[in-house]
């Protein structure tokens, strides 16, 4: 099964790239993959998914938080920035964006940035619009290609609701320790 499916239940269901910061190495290949997949080179200065790295050893990759009153939407005075209502994303209108930056400014995640050559920003899409070379049969589109690539497979894909479960499931196990031994797992 692939790493990004997930189930709809109604409504719109967002997703968002979750790193887990157990599994992440700082190796850089979802920087390398994502600059070669919007760009078609390897150069980790055009990613839409950041690798941070705090001395000596913690190392986490970030992307679009998705925030649902996203300031760098509002802080944008050439209207530039917009939100695909369907999937969560922040989308750019190249045309329209002029490279002040105030969006990179207004986001509290650290996680946009201009492009090297075009100066317009960037922000991760999820790989939406990407070429058929990378569908995934499996779900029917393509594949963040941070996820499809990650050696570790620390990256995954995850709606509100599995990041919701997934949360109540580590309370309980740091509340009451090792719950095997009652079936869980």
Known sequence: MSRSSTKKRGGKMHQFIIIDPDL????????????????????????????????????IALACQKCEDAPCIRSCPEKALSKNEETGSIIIDDEKCNGCAYCIRACDFGVINLHIDTQKALICDLCEGMKEDYIDPEVGKAEPQCIAVCPKE?????????????????????LFGDVSEFGGK
């Open 24 to 59: 992440c190495t700082g190796c850089e290949t979802c920087e390398s993959v994502c600059s070669f997949v919007h760009d078609g080179e390897f150069n980790p200065i055009n990613t839409r998914i950041h690798r941070v790295r705090i001395e000596p050893v913690f190392n």
């Open 154 to 174: 620390a990256i995954s894909l995850k709606n509100v609701e599995q990041i919701g479960e997934e949360t109540r499931i580590d309370a309980v196990k740091r």
